[in-house]
């Protein structure tokens, strides 16, 4: 009986935690997905599954602290296409995290960004508090740092930007 009294009590304490709605919640939005490791694959060419997570993971985030203005930034809509590897140039790779040491791998494919402002904050109505980018042209590259991690970097030059709608979050990926 107590030990059942325990596990109950236990339970009870750790469901406000569990409860407790992520950052996302303030944006009227999901949590930016974030990546447990990027460190696969340690040799060898990443497949583009691999290289789209970590896209992802490196896109979407919240800026700014909860005493000024914060937004958050989620993507979606990410495909990517990987070419075959390349040694690193110095000319169109000069990126202060970049392992000149590793192969470097040009992407092209299409996102969408979002950036959402927090609800109740100025522009900040439900449903109307996000702005989006199409990006249906993007290149660039995936590149391993020199910490071993993958990162990946896509734009479209020739997306016009954001316009001045306004979009409810975005629902999925």
Not at 74 to 93: Q, S
Request: a positive charge; charged letters at 20%.
């Amino acid at each position: 009986m107590t030990n059942l009294l325990l596990a109950f009590l236990t339970l009870a304490a750790a469901l406000p935690a569990l409860a407790q709605p992520g950052i996302g919640a303030k944006f009227g939005s999901r949590d930016p997905q974030t990546c447990a490791s990027q460190k696969e694959p340690a040799r060898g060419a990443p497949t583009g599954a691999q290289l789209r997570e970590y896209f992802i993971c490196d896109s979407e985030r919240v800026t700014g602290s909860a005493s000024s203005s914060r937004l958050l930034y989620l993507v979606t809509g990410v495909n990517v296409e990987v070419a075959k590897g390349r040694p690193f140039n110095m000319a169109t790779d000069s990126w202060s995290d970049i392992d000149t040491s590793q192969m470097v791998y040009p992407v092209r494919g299409a996102y969408t960004q979002w950036q959402c402002v927090e609800l109740g904050k100025i522009n900040g109505d439900r449903g109307k508090n996000c702005t989006k980018w199409e990006y249906p042209h993007a290149s660039g590259v995936c590149y391993k740092s020199t910490f071993g991690d993958w990162h990946c970097k896509l734009y479209d030059k020739d997306s016009p930007g954001p316009g001045m709608e306004r979009y409810p979050p975005p629902a999925g990926k």
